[in-house]
Structure formats: C-alpha cells, structure tokens
C-alpha cells in the first residue's frame, strides 16, 4: 500500500546546529505535505506545509524541501534549540493523513 | 484562540467497560478528524466527519468502536465495551472544509489518555 514513513527513528544534534529530518512518500498523487511536532504529553503541532507546486518553503527557523522526482521531504531547522526536542512528523494529502511513527529530536545543550 | 478541547485527559477503566471520549473542535472548522496513537503503529486515522456528516470510517477497528458528531461544536468516540488492546492516547484534530477547501492543516487537541485494564 501506499505510505508514508521516515528514515531515521532518531536524531541527536548540538544545540546551536542545524538539523534535517528526512520523509519518503510514495504517493505521486499526493498534492499537499505537512510537517508536525509533537511534544511529551501533547498533540501535534502544525509546524509548516508545501503544496506540490513548490520545491521549497521557509518558516521562522524552519525551511520545507519538496523532491517529487524521488518522493521525497526533508524538514531543516536552523539552530537548533532545547525547545525543539520532539518529535516529528510528515503527513501528506490527499490520502487520509497517514503519519509516519515519527522521528524523535534530542537537542543536546 | 481556543484550540480544539479533549475530555476528559486521561481516563482509567476496567475491560468491559463503556468508555465515551469528547471533543470540542475549533469555531468555523468543518472537518473534524479521530486518531489513535500507540508505540506501535503510530498515529492512525480512525474516522472523519465533514460538516457534521461521517465521510470515512475505515479505520474504525470493529464494531465496538463507533463515533458522533450531533452539531458542529461537538464530537464523541465511543467503545464499547472496552478491552485492554484499546489502550492508546486518542486524538481528535479539526480543520477548515476539506470539501470545498482541500489542502488545510488539522490542528490537534492534546488528546485522551486510555488505559483500559
């Protein structure tokens, strides 16, 4: 079936650098991608999204790379702060919101 | 803004048991969604209403499991009874109309903690 799922379960990195967290689709239909963030104890957070029409798309600290050729997401967040330990998750559209089991961010101080 | 409001947080019953879980979804979204997630399998879509009216329920697991939306600020997912492997944090998330404005994020309450023994 189709789906989506991410590379690495985990993902340490120094407080200060930057970090990418990678996602493969594997629905050439699929129009829209969401990143999210879930933090301990809460539900996911919309962090930023990017329609099939773009290739990439920045946030504050966050930037959203889109590789249709390769079905491929990447989430990059610059700095990386003790505030962004979660995990994430990429969602992609139209298919009912499959989420991945995420990729959890540890942020070293 | 409110966010969308889950009731009650955390709930603790033994297997057999009617277990009613609650949402409030954001003012003015249409499409309201239920997930489950365990260690195990992740987040899962279990069903999604659009204006009150459920659209898909193929993730509903069985027949015990069954959900409402009687108005627009208002939504439950039931199980009963209840069993142990229906141990999970549930979700609800709302967004604008899926419908008529496709692309939107859901916005995620903070989810009802199940334990069922």
């Known amino acids: 079936g189709e789906s989506v799922g991410l590379h690495l379960p985990t993902l340490s990195v120094q407080e200060g650098d930057n970090s990418i967290i990678n996602c493969a689709y594997s629905?050439?239909?699929?129009?829209?991608f969401i990143w999210y963030k879930q933090e301990s104890g809460k539900g996911p957070q919309f962090i930023i999204d990017i329609r099939s029409n773009m290739d990439k798309r920045q946030g504050q600290r966050v930037t959203v790379l889109l590789n249709k050729t390769v079905k491929h997401l990447s989430l990059q967040i610059a700095a990386t702060q003790p505030g962004d330990s979660a995990v994430y998750f990429c969602?992609?559209?139209?298919?009912?919101?499959?989420f991945g089991t995420g990729t959890s961010l540890t942020v070293i101080p | 803004d409110a966010g969308v409001i889950q009731s009650p947080r955390h709930e603790v019953t033994e297997m057999g048991q009617e277990v009613t879980l609650r949402c409030k979804p954001i003012s003015g979204h249409n499409s309201l969604f239920w997930y489950r997630q365990t260690m195990m399998r992740g987040l899962e879509l279990l069903i999604y209403f659009n204006n009150n009216v459920p659209i898909d329920d193929s993730g509903m697991p069985e027949d015990r499991f069954s959900a409402k939306m009687p108005n627009a600020s208002f939504s439950t997912l039931k199980i009963q009874p209840s069993e142990p492997r229906d141990s999970a944090v549930y979700f609800c998330?709302?967004?604008?109309?899926?419908?008529?404005?496709?692309?939107?994020?859901?916005?995620f309450g903070d989810g009802t903690r199940l334990s069922i023994l």
């Open positions: 998330a709302s967004s604008r109309d899926r419908q008529t404005r496709a692309n939107q994020p859901q916005h």
């Open positions: 629905n050439s239909a699929s129009d829209y």
């Open positions: 969602a992609e559209n139209p298919l009912q919101f499959y």
